[in-house]
Every structure is written in structure tokens, then in C-alpha cells.
């Protein structure tokens, strides 16, 4: 494929300018790598719409199936409440959390391309596991097959979008990968939509087994994507990760950020224990972030509405064709809210989106409570249609907000903060973490329901307030900023941030007259 590009970039840092297009070859890495959020998006649609089929019920979960046919049960909001099929939807991301510690392996000592191929072929081998189980372990077993591909996938994929993309369009590349999972939800949404109509008991089967499409799309895009120059230079294979960045910035004069890429890769070599090294000081800025925005990320309640979308719905009396229709207009939503973050999110910023969204988001949340609080009692599911309707406008007010803001940016700000020594490490805690907290949702949701009832809204809303004060204070802005930039050009000048940017820990070796002796730091 040409090298030349369509437009052209430059960024700045520290006087130096990068030249690069926007060139055909990253793009189309980029769109096949991002294919990792389709696979990750349709596995949390998925669930929620099998979940909700009585054949599927009546076959893995014949207690919950009873729940939903008996018609003395006065309990609408406790119909679902099941720990067996919580599990069913939460056992992925504990096998995720598990494997993203073998992924931080190899991304950082195979690569970005081999943890890729590692993850499709999980997806594949879950995928068929999924659509050909007989039994509940079998089912299970599949599901934590596909764990092991998202934990893969999300290690590697963020920081492929990342280190391959020119600066000045970081952001919006980056955000494919949270495109594709939004894409991947409406996919399963719309799939669940028709397979429910099946006749044979066998529609749930056709569900889980499409799910080999974007498994097979990650596979093959992972055979045919170019390693990163940041990866390639980090195990030593400086000419080819030379000659990969002049491939990929679309011009010869790549030397300055080859030049910078080398010398960050040479203080990585200098941490022999990178996780170890996340815990020094100067690296508490981007730790503290990364972890509180994984957290913030579950707790706007956005996991447990697309896990369970269909359910919800279907508890609130939409019966479940409506909850399935509405679940597609949900995941329509979804989709098209994050093209506007790929459009903005390089021009306003990610604080702005995030303190937009984050108004939003506590206001729908608010009026959903307050509407099913009113209207829908624990034994009543009479919602008028007027009422029906506002609840789903206000359910995707809350996602479309959620999906320009939280969604994409809880994965792009990690990142693009960490330094290369710290990074494979720094984006295993950002998944680790991310899937700790979608296991707690996922496994607590339907019990919080049971419990909360119209009060989980406010629950969530809550949480919605406190991180949004979080963005004012604490969270820097980093768009537009190189990634190797970001200590100097962000942590260092932020006003509560920069105390940890004493350098303390890193003292350059010098001589009587104070001139260095080495350019080696000692850490």
C-alpha cells in the first residue's frame, strides 16, 4: 500500500516539530485493530437480549423461566434476580481480569500484532463453545473463553491506536475502538431483535454464534496489521521500527520522533520491574487517574443498562418485543453519539466532554428515577405509553451522553498518559480495573434492581456528581499533546498534580562541577 497521504499533521513538543500524514495504511491498521471493541460490544449486547428469550431461560436457567411465567409472582423488579445468571453475564470479565495480566506480557515483550492474534483466537474458540452448549458449564466455559479475548484485546488494542496514530488526530483514531463497541452492541442488539422470533427454542443459539463475525474480523486484521514503531524500538528492532514509522507518517523525515521514540525506549530498559515503577511517585498522576476513571467509567450504570437493557425494559412493562425494540434504538444511539466524539473530541477537548456528559447524565438519570418511582410499582408494570416513551428517551439521552464522554475517553486518557516504561503496565491496571468494576455491576445488577429498585437510578446519579467534580479539579487536559510530552508538557504544570513531579526519585549522575557524566538516569 502507498505511503502518501491526505492530509497533513504536525505536532509540537518541546520545539520539536513531527511531520506526518494521514496516511491510508494507518487508517485501515487502525479500523482493523479497533475491530477488538465490535467483538467486545457484541458480547455486552448479547447477553442482555438472550437473557431475556424463554428458551434460552428454560434451558440454562429453569428457576428464573419459572420466575417469569408464574403469574402469582408479585414482584416485578425481583423477577430476574438470579446470582446463576449474573454469572453467566460476569464470568467474562473475571476471565478478563485475569488474563490482562498475561497480556501485559506479551504486548510488551511479543508485541502489540501477537496479543491481537492471541485475543481473536479466544473470541473464536468461545464463541463456539458458546453456540454449540448443551449445559450451563459448557455456556460458562465459553463465556470465560471470550474473557480471555477481551482481556487480550483491550491491552492491546488502545495502546496500537495510540502509538500509531499522528498526535494531531490521536484522539479521534483511538476512539474506533469504542466506536466498534458501540457498533458491536447494536449488532447484537438487532440480532437478538430477530432471533427471538425464531421458532425451535434454537435463536439464542444463532445469537451467541454470530459472534464468531467480528471474531473471524479481529483474527485476520491482527494477520495484516503493521507492528508499532513504539514496540518494534522497544525489543531492540530499531531499523524496522524505523522503517514501519516512515511507512506510517507517509514521509522521509521521521528522524526527530524516531530520535525521541529511541530515547524513551531506552529509559524504559532502565525499569526492570515496570509495575513495581508505577508505584514511584512521579507516576501517581496518571496511576490515580487511570484507576479513578475505570471506576467512575462502571459506576454511571452505562454496563448495567446495556447488559440488561432488554430486561429493564421488560420489568417496566414494555413486554419483550418492545424491550428488544427499544434495546436497538438504544444501541442505534450509541453508535452515532460516538462519531461525535470522534469528531470532537481532538478540537474541544476530552475535559469538556466529559463536564457536558456528565450534566446530562445526572439529569436523565434523575427523571428516569422519578418517572418509574411514580408510576411502577414492585407488582405493576402498567407504564403508560407516554411514560414508556419518555423513559426511553431519557434512557438514550443518558447513553448518547455517556457515549461522546465516559465510553470512549475512559480508555483513550489512560493511554495516552503513561510513559513507555510504565505503559504496557499502566494500560494492564486500566483494563484490570475497568474489569474488576464491570464484574461487580454485572454480578450486582440485577440483585441491586431487586433492591434498589427506581432507586438505582439515583444511585448511579450520584456517582455522576462526584465524578464530575473530580474532572474539574483533577483531571489535565491532553489533547493534542505528544505522548512522550505529557510529563513536561501536562503533570509538571498541573496546580495539585505537579508536587509529584519533583524528580526526586530520578537523579542524573554528575561530576565535581555538577555537569552530568551520563545521560543514564538512575532510578
Known sequence: MPAGGFATATATAGGVKFEAKITPIVILSCIMAATGGLMFGYDVGVSGGVTSMPDFLEKFFPEVYGKTQDPNLNSNYCKYDNQNLQLFTSSLYLAGLIATFFASWTTRRLGRKPTMLIAGFFFILGVVLNAAAQDLAML???????????????????????????????????????????????????????????????????????????????????????????????RGRLDEGKSVLRKIRGTDNIEPEFLELVEASRMAKEVKHPFRNLLKRRNWPQLSITIALQIFQQFTGINAIMFYAPVLFDTVGFGSDASLYSAVIIGAVNVLSTCVSIYSVDKVGRRMLLLEAGVQMFFSQVVIAIILGVKVTDDSNDLHRGYGILVVVMVCTFVSAFAWSWGPLGWLIPSETFPLETRSAGQSVTVCVNLIFTFVMAQAFLSMLCTLKFGIFLFFSGWVLIMSIFVVFLLPETKNIPIEEMTDTVWKKHWFWKRFMDDKEEVPATGTNGDPLTEKWAY
Open 140 to 234: 460458562i466455559i465459553g463465556r470465560i473463553f471470550l474473557g480471555c479475548g477481551v482481556g487480550f484485546a483491550n491491552q492491546a488494542v488502545p495502546l496500537f491506536l495510540s502509538e500509531i496514530a499522528p498526535t494531531r488526530i490521536r484522539g479521534g483514531l483511538n476512539i474506533l475502538f469504542q466506536l466498534n463497541v458501540t457498533v458491536g452492541i447494536l449488532f447484537a442488539n438487532l440480532v437478538n431483535y430477530g432471533t427471538a422470533k425464531i421458532k425451535g427454542g434454537w435463536g439464542w443459539r444463532l445469537s451467541l454464534g454470530l459472534a464468531g463475525i467480528p471474531a473471524v474480523l479481529l483474527t485476520g486484521g491482527a494477520l495484516l496489521v503493521l507492528e508499532t514503531p513504539n514496540s518494534l524500538i522497544e
